[in-house]
């Protein structure tokens, strides 16, 4: 049995995600005092109001900053069922059946809770950053310690409307099946001895570069982005949005704003220089747990499809188990995570996806700076997003 859920890697059009970059920070906490007035001390980032951010670029191509709106979950619905329509096309065309999936079926999950604001104080103070908080599920974790509750290995293949002719076919039938609907890319070639850095570069390079999509699925959402002109957009203003990106980082004033975060919280006794070294540095105090969690292979190596469905249901369970000595050192990292975490956002500080209203600001004024210069040639992507 091998499950046809919603497949991820035709999704990783980079210049779509590339060109994203400054319209994708859907909130942030809000610092802002009764007046209005923002800064970045301690008293005023202890405010628990989220302050949308609102990307000059997002509201020029037709994105919602909110994206679990109605309309932004109606604009995902349509993509996926144009995208189902052309993959049934493709695959009747390779000597297969396939019937569209119907994605609203399943169960919607985010990192988001439903009573706390991304961002808040509140969210903070149970999540911290969303990493060990967020890496196995609540049922693994036990009550005394925080976890996601959201499902980990995708819908349930009962659901999935392929899976009676599926097993129709024989194994090798099988194999040239799924060979046309996700086609033969392996990705690029992984020298283990790579750091994180260098790792992210070869897959950006790779995906910016190399890739040619193959398989059903992925044509079929490559036509959809090009389609919508997201690939001619970012063909176009790539370089200037990654210039952009450049001078964001580059400019004074955010040089000037991250040092303050920095010495804030190191008066309060931690180190903190970006999120990408919080992460990293969470995610080595992980190392040491027994279970692999979301990233880790559930099977060993097994072949799934070798398996029955009691059997692999068992050895996912038994992949995410945490014995009590990994639940005290998870208890130690989570205690950690909260705690830093609570430091960065009394002093201000940014962390995935949220910024400071001074930060925004900043990023603002770089993206109205791009619409003005460009405004002539920009004027056949607007709205694109809708």
Not at 33 to 51: L, R, S, W
Not at 117 to 144: E, L
Request: with cysteine; hydrophobic share 35%.
């Amino acid at each position: 049995m091998q499950f046809t859920s919603r497949p991820g890697r035709f999704l990783t059009l980079t210049s779509v995600a590339t060109a994203l970059v400054l319209v994708g920070s859907a909130c942030a906490t809000s610092t802002g005092g009764a007046d209005g007035n923002t800064d970045t001390t301690a008293e005023a980032g202890a405010a628990e109001v989220v302050a949308e951010y609102q990307s000059p670029i997002g509201d020029f191509l037709g994105y919602s900053n909110d994206f679990g709106s109605d309309e932004s979950q109606a604009k995902q619905r349509e993509l996926e069922r144009a995208a189902e329509e052309k993959i049934a096309a493709c695959m009747r065309a390779e000597g297969f059946e396939y019937t569209p999936i119907d994605y609203s079926q399943f169960e919607e999950f985010s990192l988001e809770d439903e009573e706390l604001p991304w961002g808040s104080k509140a969210w903070v103070d149970k999540y911290g950053f969303g990493i060990s908080t967020q890496w196995f599920s609540q049922d693994s974790v036990g009550p005394n310690l925080v976890g996601h509750n959201y499902p980990e290995f995708g819908p349930d293949s009962s659901s999935d409307p392929n899976e009676e002719y599926l097993n129709t076919l024989s194994e090798g039938e099988q194999q040239a099946y799924y060979a046309a609907l996700y086609g033969n890319d392996d990705g690029p070639e992984i020298d283990p001895g790579l750091s994180d850095e260098e790792m992210d570069a070869l897959f950006e390079e790779y995906y910016n570069e190399d890739y040619v999509p193959t398989g059903c699925a992925n044509t079929a959402w490559e036509d959809q982005y090009s389609e919508a002109d997201f690939e001619a957009f970012y063909t176009e203003f790539g370089d200037i949005l990654d210039d952009m990106e450049a001078r964001f980082e580059a400019d004074p004033r955010v040089a000037e704003i991250k040092a303050k975060t920095e010495a804030c919280v190191t008066e309060k006794g931690f180190t903190f220089t970006d999120e990408n070294d919080v992460y990293n540095d969470i995610e080595q105090r992980m190392e040491n747990l027994q279970v692999g969690g979301n990233f880790a292979d559930p099977f060993n190596g097994v072949d799934p499809d070798s398996l029955t469905e009691d059997e692999i249901n068992a050895m996912l369970q038994e992949a995410n188990r945490l014995s009590d000595e990994d639940k005290a050192l998870l208890a130690e990292v989570q205690d950690y995570e909260l705690r830093l975490a609570a430091s960065v956002f009394e002093c201000g500080g940014s962390f995935f996806g949220a910024e400071s209203p001074e930060l925004m600001e900043i990023r603002i004024e770089l993206e109205q700076q791009f619409l003005d210069e460009n405004a002539d040639a920009l004027k056949k992507y607007e709205g694109i997003g809708g």
